[in-house]
């Protein structure tokens, strides 16, 4: 019996996305290089900075043989600038903007490195944040407060979904620029499921009103049979 799978992509499935983003490390030994299928990694020399795929620096981190270095964005100055710009916009904050040119798409675009804009949330801001707050918090400056903001930023960006889709039932769109990809994995199962009230009720109305339109149409027929009847007396 196969197994039916929901559409789009589960919150585990976009976290092990996020792990081939790449982030900047700063090795405590020297390392040989590796031959990988996302591409080779070159060998790393203390104290040189190198990029990492995400789930090869935390299991470098865990074994301690390097430390990360976090994304700009994710300090408590920046945090808290976004989050006030969050509070006081109806929209999300923007994403990064895109490298000169490039053709890369805005999900795979170096947002999680040391040098990343630190005025803007990465696609994978939310599974990022929580897996370098879970295995490199001694290397994030005050993680404590750190994971404060990104839980009241979590909260505020999460009432903003809610609240966008009420305008739904007026036939309007939402615009989600800026949404993160485990934000979107979260709320699709609530604005699919008022998606599809909406079509229900919509369908419900329609046939009603096909409904009252047969009724009025077959008034409309026994009336004009009547007056004939009364013409012919």
Known sequence: ??????????????????????????PRQRLEGLDLLGGPIPALQPPYRSLLPLWLALLLKRQRR????????????????????????PGFSPAPPLPPHTNTSPPFVLSATADAPSDSLPYHWLELGEMLLDAASDDIP?????????RDLREVRMAKMREGVKVLEGAR??????????EVAEGRAFIGGVVDGLRK??????????????????SGLAGAEDDDDDMEM
């Open 1 to 26: 019996m196969a197994l039916t799978l929901p559409p789009g992509l589960t919150p585990p499935e976009v976290a092990f996305l996020c792990e081939m983003e790449l982030v900047t490390v700063i």
């Open 142 to 150: 005050e993680p404590d407060h750190v994971r404060r903001l990104m």
């Open 173 to 182: 769109e939402v615009k989600m620029n800026g949404v993160g990809g485990m």
């Open 201 to 218: 009720i919509g369908a419900s109305k329609e046939l009603s009103r096909r409904e009252r339109e047969a009724e009025e149409r077959e």
């Open 66 to 89: 390097a430390n990360i270095l976090p994304p700009a964005w994710l300090s408590v100055a920046s945090l808290t600038s976004i989050l006030q710009q969050e509070q006081e916009s």
